[in-house]
């Protein structure tokens, strides 16, 4: 299996993960239960190592709940992620803003320990940038937690390179976190540059571009019926557009005999050796699918044709609100 140190931490993870947002939220009903633990231990028997999570996946964070019942038991075998900061109402679910204080850093990780049935986790993520606190006291605070034994790296997600760059005077920033992929590359000009600069790991999420990658939509196709509907991408004539881009994508897993989706997992894996994927799956074919993606190399004229796609996208990734809370 491919491995790959996680910043300068000396921890090394194979090179694809498990986004496990989904089995909560977002993409159509939250898995039953028993499915989802079961996929989880599945993926650990399938070599999965580093889960990811956050506190605002699933309202009432019944993502992390869910890890805290499939993994308690195999914690030794694991690597936890999870992330802080936007607050969500306890009622409707609304997104109501983004807190970095150390206040919120410390009630934050007590629930999340508690949900995750652990007295660490292995990777502490700033989910968004707090623009009201400034950067440095948010690492600050997470680096006591670092100290207080709850907490084994920090992590920023969807940080611009100056934000990076600022945080990690204060402590070492083991991963920051962005949407990546074969449609979505923007970072690749500033945050890639900035993360080799920082030592830091790019850990790659929607790799799949929330599945519009794995060639499961057609021209023809709707949008789900689910969180994708609202953005861009997935609307009217966009998703119409950016479906038929990825025939080309269709073609190359054809040439090569692979899944549309091992294509796009490998495009992500072949940009550099300190970038590592968590693709999202409700579904064990998937899951090892994707997991089979680590062992496909792709030949350069292959990511040549791949590199020109992103220009032709249409649509951003996120709406209005979604792009506003990215920090550049
Ligand atoms: P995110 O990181 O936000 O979870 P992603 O990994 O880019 O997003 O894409 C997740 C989507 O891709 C999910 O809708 C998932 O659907 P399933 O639950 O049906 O698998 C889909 N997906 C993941 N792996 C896939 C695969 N190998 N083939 C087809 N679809 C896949």
Redesign the pocket.
């Known amino acids: 299996m491919q491995e790959r140190e996680l910043g300068n931490t000396g921890i090394t993870l194979p090179s694809l993960g498990f ?1 496990c ?2 089995l909560s939220e ?2 159509g009903p939250p898995t039953e239960a028993k499915a989802a633990v079961r996929l989880l231990h599945e993926a650990i028997e399938h070599g999965v190592v580093h889960f990811d999570t956050a506190e605002m996946y699933g309202m009432g964070s019944t993502n992390e709940q869910l890890l805290g019942t499939a993994l308690h038991d195999r914690r030794e075998q694991v690597f936890i992620a999870t992330k802080v900061g936007p607050l969500r109402d306890s009622t409707t679910g609304a997104f109501i803003g983004v807190d970095g204080s150390r206040e919120n850093c410390r009630r934050a990780i007590e629930g999340s320990l508690r949900r995750l049935r652990t007295d660490y986790v292995d990777l502490y993520y700033l989910h968004r940038v707090d623009t009201e606190t400034p950067i440095e006291t948010t690492v600050e605070a997470m680096a006591e937690l670092v100290e207080a034994g709850m907490v084994r790296a920090i992590g920023l997600s969807e940080a611009s390179a100056e934000t990076l760059k600022r945080a990690s005077s204060v402590h070492p920033i083991a991963a920051l976190q962005s949407e990546y ?1 074969i449609f979505s590359r923007d970072i690749e000009s500033e945050m890639i540059p900035a993360c080799l600069e920082t030592g830091t790991s790019l850990v790659a ?7 519009l ?4 939509f057609s021209e023809s196709s709707s949008a789900p019926e689910d969180y994708r509907a609202s953005t861009p991408r997935f609307q009217g004539e966009a998703l119409a557009a950016n479906a038929a881009l990825v025939a080309e994508i269709d073609s190359i897993a054809s040439e090569l005999g692979v ?4 294509i796009a997992l490998a495009w992500v894996l072949s940009r550099g050796e300190h970038i590592v994927t ?6 064990l ?3 090892k ?2 997991v089979a993606a680590m062992a496909l190399a792709l030949a350069p004229a292959q990511v040549d044709r791949l590199n020109r796609l992103a220009d032709r996208v249409i649509g951003e990734r996120y709406d209005a609100r979604g792009m506003a809370s990215v920090n550049r």
């Open positions: 986004g947002m989904g977002f993409y992929s999420y929607s790799p799949l571009g929330r599945g990658l794995s060639g499961r899944a549309t989706a091992q968590i693709p999202g799956t409700t579904k074919e998937h899951l699918s994707n």
